[in-house]
C-alpha cells in the first residue's frame, strides 16, 4: 500500500477519539450512578429510564462532543508528520484536553449548572478519557510505524541534486524505515555514475510521472535556481509535493521558522513557540484566570495578613517596587512585598546571603516561603509578567551579568514569571555560579514552551514551596 491511503489516517484518529470520549463519559456516568450504590434521590434524578430529552446528562454530553470538534477544527492534532514524535502527539492532545475541561467547566459556571451534574463523575470522565486516549495514541503510533517499517503505506521519493546534503538524507530514510519514505534513488548533472544517481534533471519529469513518485526533494546548495522554479511549475501541475533542502547544519538553533514577507521567503532562526498567536493566547489565558483566581479568593485574606506583621515588624510601606525588565527588555514596576529596613539605597543592592542584615524577621519568613512574591501576581494579571516564565532580575543584576555570562539577554525573548524551570531545579539567587545554568535554562525554557512543561513547573514549584527551599533567601 503506498501513501494514498495515508489520508485516510487522520479519519480514524478523528473518530477513535470521538468513540473514547463518548465512552469515558458513559463509564464515568455509570461509576458513578449505578456502580457504586448510589442514594435512590441520585438514582431517581439520573435515570435514563426517564427519558434521553429529560435527562440533563444528555445535554452534558452533547456538549462535550461539540467542543471537542469545535478544538480540533481550532488546533488541527491530526496533522501529523511521518516524522512527529510521540511526545509532541501527546503533548498537543493534552492541551486540548485541558482546554476541554476548562471551557467545559466554565459554561457549566456561568450558566449555574455545577449544581445540577456530579463533580466526581466529570472529573472521572477526564480521568478515564485523558487514559484511553493516551493509550490509543501509542497503540496507534506504534502499529502504524511497525506497518510502515514491514514496506506499506511508503511515500515515493527522488532527490534532486547531489551531495553531502543529499547522501544524510538518504542515510536518514535508510536508517528510519519506519517512517515509510521509500527513496528511489537522485538526478543530478555533474555527478553521473555516482551510486544510485539514475538520470541527469531532463530525465525527472518522465521518471516522476511513470514511476508515481510523491516527493520531490531538491537540495538548493546543487541546483540552480532556474531549474527550481521550473520544477516546482512541474510538480503543482501534477500534484506532487517538491520539499526544499538546503544546509543549516553549522547553526546551533533549531528553533528555524520560514516567515514570507510579500514573495520574499525569509528565515527566523530565532523564533521560540510563543510567536505564534495561538500559543500567546493560549497562555495569556491561563495567566488571566491564575491571577484572577488568586486575586479573588486569596489576596481578599493574605493580603491583609501580611501587611499587619511587615507594619508590626518593622516601619515602612507594606509593599516594594523595584524595576525590571519585561519582554523585549522593555522596563516595568515589579511588585513585592518590603522585606527590609528602610534605607536610603540598601534596597538597591543585591542580596547575596542568607544573613543579610537589612533583611527584617518577617521578611525572612516572606522570603523562604516565597510569600514576599506575591503581589507579582498583579504583573501578571496587567500583562506585565506570566505564572511561568523566567524570573524577572533587578538591573543592577542585568548590568553585571550582562557582560560576564553567554547570551544571557535571550531569557527576556519571553516575558519573566513567578516561578520558571530554573527555580525548580534548584538555581536561585544572584551568586555567579548559578547564573550561567540559570540562563541555559530560561533559554531552553523559551524554544521548548508548551502548556504541559508550565503545568509541571507549577505543580514543582507547589511542591518545593511545602517542602522549603534552602536557597531561598
Not at 89 to 104: E, M, S
Not at 316 to 344: H, L, N, P
Not at 391 to 407: G, N, S, T
Request: glycine letters at 6%; a positive charge; charged letters at 25%.
Amino acid at each position: 500500500m503506498s501513501s494514498r491511503y495515508s489520508q485516510y489516517i487522520k479519519y480514524i484518529h478523528a473518530i477513535g477519539d470521538l468513540l473514547i470520549l463518548n465512552l469515558s463519559f458513559a463509564a464515568a456516568f455509570l461509576l458513578k450512578f449505578r456502580v457504586f450504590n448510589p442514594s435512590q434521590e441520585d438514582y431517581d434524578r439520573f435515570n435514563f429510564t426517564e427519558g434521553l430529552l429529560g435527562n440533563p446528562y444528555f445535554y452534558s454530553i452533547i456538549l462535550f462532543n461539540i467542543a471537542w470538534i469545535v478544538l480540533v477544527i481550532l488546533f488541527k492534532p491530526y496533522k501529523i508528520s511521518r516524522i512527529s514524535r510521540l511526545v509532541t502527539v501527546l503533548r498537543n492532545h493534552l492541551t486540548i484536553i485541558i482546554i476541554h475541561l476548562l471551557g467545559v467547566a466554565a459554561f457549566w459556571f456561568l450558566l449555574k449548572s455545577q449544581a445540577i451534574y456530579s463533580r466526581e463523575q466529570f472529573f472521572t470522565s477526564y480521568l478515564i478519557f485523558t487514559i484511553l486516549l493516551f493509550s490509543w495514541k501509542i497503540v496507534f503510533h506504534y502499529l502504524l510505524r511497525a506497518y510502515r517499517k514491514q514496506g506499506f503505506n511508503f511515500r515515493r521519493v527522488v532527490v534532486v541534486g547531489y551531495g553531502d546534503l543529499s547522501v544524510e538524507l538518504q542515510n536518514y530514510f535508510s536508517s528510519h524505515p519506519e517512517f515509510g519514505f521509500k527513496l528511489l534513488g537522485f538526478f543530478d548533472n555533474e555527478n553521473s555514475g555516482k551510486n544510485r544517481i539514475i538520470g541527469n534533471y531532463n530525465d525527472i519529469e518522465s521518471y516522476v510521472l511513470e514511476n508515481e513518485i510523491d516527493d520531490i526533494y531538491c537540495c538548493l546548495p546543487y541546483v540552480e535556481h532556474s531549474y527550481v522554479k521550473k520544477l516546482i511549475d512541474f510538480a503543482d501541475d501534477n500534484l506532487i509535493k517538491v520539499k526544499l533542502l538546503t544546509d543549516f547544519r553549522g547553526f546551533s538553533s533549531k528553533s528555524i521558522t520560514l516567515e514570507r514577507y510579500d514573495a520574499i521567503p525569509i528565515l527566523n532562526v530565532s523564533s521560540t513557540p510563543l510567536d505564534e498567536n495561538k500559543n500567546m493566547a493560549i497562555k495569556r489565558t491561563f495567566d488571566v484566570l491564575f491571577s484572577s483566581v488568586l486575586i479573588l479568593l486569596v489576596f481578599s485574606w493574605l493580603f491583609p495578613l501580611i501587611a499587619l506583621f511587615i507594619k508590626l515588624d518593622s516601619k515602612g510601606a507594606v509593599f516594594f517596587k523595584q524595576m525590571r525588565r519585561g519582554k523585549d527588555g522593555k522596563e516595568f514596576g515589579c511588585y513585592k512585598f518590603r522585606s527590609m529596613y528602610i534605607s536610603d539605597n540598601d534596597e538597591f543592592k543585591l542580596v547575596n546571603s542568607k544573613n543579610d542584615s537589612r533583611i527584617t524577621k518577617v521578611g525572612a519568613f516572606l522570603r523562604k516561603t516565597s510569600l514576599d512574591e506575591l503581589p507579582q501576581f498583579l504583573n501578571v494579571f496587567l500583562g506585565q509578567m506570566a505564572v511561568v516564565g523566567p524570573r524577572p532580575h533587578a538591573l543592577e543584576v542585568d548590568k553585571v551579568f550582562k557582560r560576564e555570562v553567554d547570551k544571557y539577554m535571550t531569557r527576556y525573548i519571553i516575558k519573566p514569571g513567578i516561578t520558571g524551570l530554573a527555580q525548580i531545579k534548584g538555581f536561585r539567587g544572584n551568586d555567579e555560579v548559578f547564573m550561567q545554568p540559570r540562563v541555559k535554562l530560561d533559554r531552553f525554557y523559551s524554544k521548548k514552551w508548551s502548556m504541559v512543561l508550565d503545568f509541571k513547573i507549577i505543580f514543582l514549584t507547589m511542591s518545593t514551596l511545602m517542602k522549603g527551599d534552602e536557597n531561598a533567601y
